[in-house]
């Protein structure tokens, strides 16, 4: 559920309420953070988890269904300031995080690194011609752009174990299971992990191919290979399973994203990688020390 709207106090107010709160318990400042995206399930997650850090501070929010120009924090954090347009909240700000789509990514990019703030994506589906554009903004402007298609560490041990574990097996079949209202099929996290498998192979994967298909399709996708199998079901957060075969034998290699919480962890890691900038990060792996 969106995070209420509080419209009685001003975007004034909020913003003085939050730079209050703009101190760690060192007395050293905060990292400023504004979140796009901010009235989703996955923004108003984030809002929470950067006001339990004692070295963050929320300090606005931008949606395209704002209404009202504050914001109330959840667990009785305070407000931040609340705007449909991204150019209204951004200044004062350190590092913008945006979780809307590829299109607001792009858009979020430009605008920050401009600003002189840093970026962390958590939209999927990012084509490289916006990684292309983001790496020469962020040298630009010397910020940091970090572009993370999971935020669940836990799914980026796996695609990191999925490169290790490809180069003694021939044959892999993954499988991803999203909720309902996930527009991408494959997930960005099931080609990532497509595209490890193939690094560490070194070339393709063999995929047996299908002497009788009753229904088209349910093979499955193929990338170099490696059969790729999507399911939207409600109830679901984010699910992945790989396998790998050889004769008389596989290897299953599995991770289950229960709820959003779990992807807080990386997403405060990832902010941290921001605001330490400059330059571009692609993934939590360099992130995570994992390559």
């Known amino acids: 559920?969106?995070?209420?709207?509080?419209?009685?106090?001003?975007?004034?107010?909020?913003?003085?309420?939050?730079?209050?709160?703009?101190?760690?318990?060192?007395?050293?400042?905060?990292?400023?953070?504004?979140?796009?995206?901010?009235?989703?399930?996955?923004?108003?997650?984030?809002?929470?988890?950067?006001?339990?850090?004692?070295?963050?501070?929320?300090?606005?929010?931008?949606?395209?269904?704002?209404?009202?120009?504050?914001?109330?924090?959840?667990?009785?954090?305070?407000?931040?300031?609340?705007?449909?347009?991204?150019?209204?909240?951004?200044?004062?700000?350190?590092?913008?995080?945006?979780?809307?789509?590829?299109?607001?990514?792009?858009?979020?990019?430009?605008?920050?690194?401009?600003?002189?703030?840093g970026v962390v994506v958590g939209s999927s589906g990012i084509p490289e011609s916006t990684l292309t554009e983001a790496r020469a903004l962020a040298e630009q402007h010397g910020v940091g752009i970090v572009v993370v298609p999971n935020f669940a560490i836990g799914g980026v041990v796996m695609t990191h174990l999925a490169r290790i574990a490809a180069k003694f097996f021939d044959y892999a079949d993954l499988v991803e299971t999203h909720h309902e209202k996930k527009i991408d099929a494959p997930s960005g996290t099931a080609m990532a992990i497509a595209r490890a498998v193939i690094d560490g192979k070194g070339g393709p994967m063999t995929a047996p191919a299908a002497e009788k298909e009753t229904i088209p399709g349910t093979r499955g996708g193929n990338f170099d290979g490696v059969t790729i199998h999507s399911a939207r079901l409600p109830g679901r957060v984010a699910h992945h399973e790989l396998a790998f075969a050889g004769p008389g034998q596989t290897l299953t290699l599995r991770h289950d994203s229960i709820d959003r919480s779990g992807f807080m962890p990386g997403v405060i890691a990832a902010v941290r990688a921001a605001a330490a900038g400059p330059g571009l990060t692609v993934g939590l792996e360099e992130v995570l020390g994992l390559k």
């Open 1 to 117: 559920m969106a995070a209420a709207v509080v419209v009685a106090d001003t975007g004034a107010e909020a913003a003085a309420d939050a730079a209050a709160r703009n101190q760690t318990m060192t007395g050293e400042a905060a990292i400023r953070v504004v979140v796009q995206g901010a009235l989703g399930r996955m923004g108003t997650e984030i809002l929470g988890a950067l006001s339990r850090e004692a070295d963050m501070q929320p300090v606005g929010a931008v949606d395209i269904a704002a209404q009202g120009d504050t914001l109330l924090l959840p667990g009785d954090a305070g407000s931040v300031p609340l705007s449909a347009g991204l150019a209204d909240v951004i200044g004062g700000a350190d590092v913008l995080v945006d979780v809307t789509n590829a299109d607001g990514a792009l858009t979020a990019i430009r605008s920050a690194a401009e600003a002189g703030v």
